[in-house]
């Protein structure tokens, strides 16, 4: 018993340790530990040291603990960790929230509010948004993901993710995601599709909820849980002239697709369109729980009192990272860095469909937000969620940490930080070649 036990890994004897502790419904999304880390490199509880393409599901793209932003972390945890900035205000969360609306204005005058994350965000433009307009209801799309709370389970698309969480909440309308897949929409031009999707939509007023009691219009421009579909740009030039005209509050969830992952601080500069009110999580602090939510100051002054906020809303430790984060974003060009990591993945996967067209289907994303279907013969129609499974795992026995995305967990997606070295990254896509060959 005791030479058997010796031959446990740390690894296992961490998993071990999970079952006995923790619920269950927390998902194991790739087989990996984690000691310590940096860049886009994982030491493991074994000392083994592995490539991240996961980062931490989209958080790090300014990699794993950036030296200012853990110099900055140390500064003002000897100062101040909590205060509660309703309670006395600081001025690191000014200066966050001075550069935030410096990044990414919202018009001419704009207003921040920051919480702990990108579910509380979504939660947030909710209230302002119904606030703003005296309406209720707000329309969701299909495939789509905004946490975990009520509100955000509500809006989220994927059944699985909800099961037995019910009643939800009221008013919550959803429609079709206008993807538009070539392969499939053989006979219309992108520009035509995404006429088509407007006109539903215009339809859908009439035929499930008023445009005149909707508060918003919730939509990722690159869904992230989703499967990485893109919006064509004309339908959103189109949703924001419908908002527009019937004085909906158009609503961008950037929680993973902000901050240089589609090679922009926001996926909507590329869609020349400002949204009304939009919200942030993930690589916004390299890792400390911070989220926001921004908006046309009119609109987010609507919001009574008390209505939004919380307890560490802002905290002041994860506002000063956030800020050394994005100071530090800034120095190194993170939005040049997200161009050419994306163009590298996108030219590997492309080289991956034509040498393996029985298990690489289409590639979909923006810049560096990059994903592709894996399908069972070449077909692709099907879903093959446990070849996806086998990638990640096999990836994983190799020294690769990356995970799955899409409705039907078919979607094998890079979010690898941005500052990864590029003979890493090749390293990191050759064992990822060298696994699709063994896809069942």
């Not at 979504?122 to 948004?129: D, F, G, P, Q, W």
């Not at 984060?325 to 080289?351: C, P, Q, W």
């Amino acid at each position: 018993m005791e030479q058997l036990f010796e031959s446990i890994t740390n690894k296992q004897a961490l998993y071990q340790r999970r079952k006995k502790l923790v619920p269950n419904a927390l998902g194991i999304f790739n087989p990996s530990t984690v000691d310590h880390a940096y860049g886009a490199t994982i030491i493991d509880a074994d000392g083994h040291e592995l490539i991240d393409f996961a980062g931490g599901i989209g958080v790090l793209n300014a990699g794993h603990c950036p030296p200012p932003v853990v110099q900055a972390i140390q500064d003002q945890a000897e100062k101040l960790i909590h205060s509660s900035f309703n309670v006395a205000l600081y001025e690191v969360y000014l200066e966050l929230a001075e550069k935030m609306v410096e990044l990414l204005p919202h018009g001419d005058a704009t207003k921040v509010m920051f919480l702990n994350s990108g579910a509380e965000a979504v939660e947030n433009a909710v209230k302002i948004a119904r606030q703003a307009t005296k309406r209720q209801a707000i329309i969701a799309f299909g495939g789509g993901f905004h946490g975990r709370t009520m509100m955000g389970m509500t809006l989220t698309s994927k059944v699985t993710y909800k099961a037995g969480c019910g009643p939800f909440a009221p008013e919550v309308y959803r429609i079709d995601y206008p993807a538009y897949r070539p392969h499939i929409h053989t006979e219309l031009t992108e520009d035509e599709f995404a006429a088509k999707e407007i006109q539903k939509l215009k339809t859908f007023f009439k035929t499930n909820v008023r445009a005149e009691d909707v508060a918003g219009i919730i939509i990722e421009l690159v869904q992230g849980e989703g499967g990485f579909f893109v919006a064509p740009k004309a339908y959103v030039t189109a949703l924001r002239q419908l908002c527009n005209e019937t004085g909906i509050m158009l609503i961008f969830d950037e929680v993973q697709s902000g901050f240089g992952r589609t090679g922009r601080w926001a996926a909507y500069e590329h869609y020349g369109v400002i949204p009304d009110i939009s919200t942030w999580a993930k690589s916004m602090g390299s890792g400390m729980p911070i989220s926001a939510v921004m908006g046309k100051a009119h609109i987010m002054d609507a919001a009574a009192p008390s209505t939004v906020g919380g307890t560490y809303a802002g905290n002041p430790l994860a506002c000063a990272a956030s800020l050394a984060t994005l100071r530090y974003m800034e120095d190194i060009n993170i939005n040049a860095l997200g161009e050419k990591v994306g163009k590298m993945v996108r030219s590997r996967f492309e080289y991956f469909q034509q040498k393996y067209p029985q298990v690489v289907g289409e590639i979909r994303g923006l810049g560096a937000m990059l994903a592709f279907d894996v399908i069972t013969d070449g077909n692709w129609n099907s879903y093959n969620a446990a070849g996806t499974q086998h990638i990640i795992n096999t990836c994983a026995e190799r020294g690769l940490v990356v995970i799955s995305a899409g409705v039907q967990g078919n979607v094998i997606r890079i979010l690898s930080p941005l500052v990864i070295e590029e003979k890493l990254l090749e390293k990191g896509l050759d064992i990822l070649e060298g696994v699709l060959p063994l896809i069942p």
